[in-house]
């Protein structure tokens, strides 16, 4: 099953580990990059995981903790460009796909929260 936002969070997860490998190789950064990497890849495994949800109940868990985990990776992309290890564009770049992630599991947890609450 092909969502927009497993798409998207697939993407993302992509363009955060080139940016790691980027971090390490070419910055030698290592603490920052491993936290970053870690939560914004867990965004789209627990997308995926979202998908083979037992109950509703059991999705609305897995795209809130997404959620958490793209709240996560908006804060370390934040502290990456504050420590200026990224360039203004290159947090630009990636600043507007993780906002848009947001954007995505918010409505997601919203509307299946009312949805639920409908029945």
Known sequence: ???I???????FAKRV??????????K?????????????????????EGTYAQSRKDFINKMNI???EAGETDYWLDVLRAAEYLTDSEYKSMKNDIDE??????????????????Q
């Open 1 to 3: 099953m092909h969502s």
């Open 66 to 68: 997404a959620l958490k």
């Open 28 to 48: 030698k950064e290592t603490i920052l990059s491993k936290q970053f990497v870690r939560s914004g890849t867990s965004i789209g495994a627990n997308v995926r």
């Open 101 to 118: 992630l947001i954007r995505l599991l918010s409505s997601i947890v919203k509307t299946t929260k009312e949805l639920a609450n409908k």
């Open 5 to 11: 936002v497993g798409e998207k969070s697939l993407a």
């Open 17 to 26: 580990a080139k940016c790691y490998l980027f971090l390490q190789e070419k």
